[in-house]
């Protein structure tokens, strides 16, 4: 799960490789050391959106897949573009086709429900990369729970608490960017600076807020919004990575780049390259291609019934200026 959300605004290269990735078929085979060996696996990805994370995301997959031994795996990917009848298509067209497991990135969980039960219905595996708390209880085989969002306010708290600390006259006027609103599980990735202002209400200020619906050009727009309502306004906190980029661009454009600090969510080799050169502030996050492994692993252990109910995650760091230099090098390109 992304916890990362899909952003409409694409550069032309990440429109290209998107072009690639979707609809495409990944197929490995051989006879070493890997997953355990099995019957082929067919794995149909929905994905709300393929935006330029999603798109990394399953470049991992490839890999992963392209890796083992001792099994055949298919992967299919279809990309809704953020529509919940789009995603309904999708997916019972992947119930036609079959597959022993559909990866379901929703759109709206509630929306596309009649869709995932007639999959169950007919005997295909399903798990949620987006869980919600309406899902219906045994519907999926597994989900990538959301253990980490704990830890992601958590970092962001530190964050901006070191934020005052090191700064006693600092007053903070923020502008909150969320992402789709039926994404309940990252509500609280802008509402921890309410809570932070509830706490040092003479500290800091919820100014303006908006559901940026995950894209960067909505993002873009909302920030200029922004500024130009509350002249004095000094925080965006963004729900993803994505939606910062689009608040970064509006800053900029307005010449106001290093007066008003940008924290995120989520990692990735763009956003701490931003850090580095000042365009964001701070970002906390698991790398989110490096998922694509993970789900991967555990599709097909999920078919083979030895899933253990946890999903592998990359660990989580909390990245600033202080050491973006030091975290760039892990980060797969």
């Known amino acids: 799960m992304s916890s990362s959300g899909p952003a409409r605004a694409r550069t032309p290269s990440v429109t290209a490789l998107i072009r690639v990735l979707v609809g495409i078929v990944v197929i490995a085979g051989g006879t070493s050391a890997g997953i355990a060996q099995t019957k082929d696996i067919r794995i149909e990805l929905s994905s709300s959106a393929v935006d330029a994370n999603q798109a ?3 470049l991992a997959m490839k890999q992963y897949i392209g890796e083992q031994r001792g099994v055949k795996i298919t992967l299919h990917v279809s990309d809704a573009g953020m529509s919940v009848d789009k995603q309904i298509s999708d997916i019972q067209i992947a119930t036609v086709k079959h597959p022993d497991i559909i990866l379901i990135d929703p759109v709206d969980a509630v929306g596309i429900l009649p869709a995932v ?3 169950q219905a007919a005997g295909i ?5 987006r869980p919600a708390a309406s899902d219906p ?7 990538s729970g959301f253990s980490f969002e704990s830890k992601y306010t958590e970092n962001m708290t530190a964050w901006i608490e070191s934020l005052l600390a090191a700064q006693p006259k600092l007053r903070l006027k923020a502008g909150l960017l969320y992402g789709a609103a039926a994404h309940t599980e990252q509500l609280p990735r802008a509402d921890i600076v309410k809570k932070i202002a509830k706490a040092h209400p003479d500290r800091v ?14 993002a873009q727009n909302a920030t200029a919004d922004f500024m130009t309502a509350h002249p004095d306004l000094n925080l965006i906190v963004a729900a993803n990575q994505q939606m910062a980029m689009g608040a ?9 780049t290093g007066t008003i600090y940008i924290g995120t969510y989520d990692l990735d080799v763009p956003t701490v390259r931003a850090i580095l050169n000042g365009k964001i502030s701070f970002t906390t996050g698991l790398e989110f291609p490096a998922t694509g492994r993970s789900l991967v692993k555990a599709a097909v252990e999920i078919v083979q019934g030895t899933y253990a109910g946890t999903l592998e995650l990359p660990p989580i760091y909390a990245v600033s200026s202080r050491n973006a230099a030091e975290i760039l090098p892990k980060l797969a390109p």
Do not use: D, P
């Open 56 to 58: 990394r995301r399953i």
């Open 117 to 119: 039960k007639t999959a």
């Open 125 to 129: 595996k399903l798990f949620n990369i």
């Open 137 to 143: 209880a045994g519907l999926y085989a597994g989900t």
């Open 205 to 218: 200020q919820v100014v303006a807020e908006k559901f940026a619906e995950w894209s960067l050009e909505i």
């Open 248 to 256: 970064a661009n509006a800053i900029a454009s307005a010449g106001k």
